[in-house]
């Protein structure tokens, strides 16, 4: 069964850091293009960072330095390390694995909950 686990969510001061992390199992998860993304309620749900297959990274500009997106591909785990963290930056986590072959194959996670507050 294919699942993609994010977690390292949780409530963290501004200014604070948390690395999140998508545990895949079922497929390998270094042959996928893997997305970070995020929505907050009333938001669309927007790309953070990704990190290609060939290992081409790419971030949101608006993040401004602030997130590293990583592979640990022994682990089968990508991760998103956010520094410098703001109360906009609260929202719902989500990590996306996807290729093709033969045709789309998308993989979502459930999501975890990243809220920055004082």
């Known amino acids: 069964q294919v699942q993609l686990v994010e977690s390292g969510g949780g409530l963290v001061h501004p200014g604070g850091s948390l690395r999140l992390s998508c545990l895949a199992s079922g497929i390998i998860l270094s042959t996928y293009d893997v997305g970070w993304y995020r929505q907050a309620p009333g938001n669309e749900r927007e790309l953070v960072a990704s990190v290609t297959s060939g290992g081409r990274i790419n971030y949101a500009d608006s993040l401004k330095g602030r997130f590293t997106i990583s592979r640990d591909n022994g682990r089968n785990t990508v991760y998103l390390q956010m520094n410098s963290l703001k109360p906009e930056d609260t929202a719902v986590y989500y990590c996306?694995?996807?290729?093709?072959?033969?045709?789309?194959?998308?993989?979502w996670g459930q999501g975890t909950q990243v809220t920055v507050s004082s």
């Open positions: 996306k694995a996807n290729k093709y072959v033969l045709g789309p194959v998308t993989f």
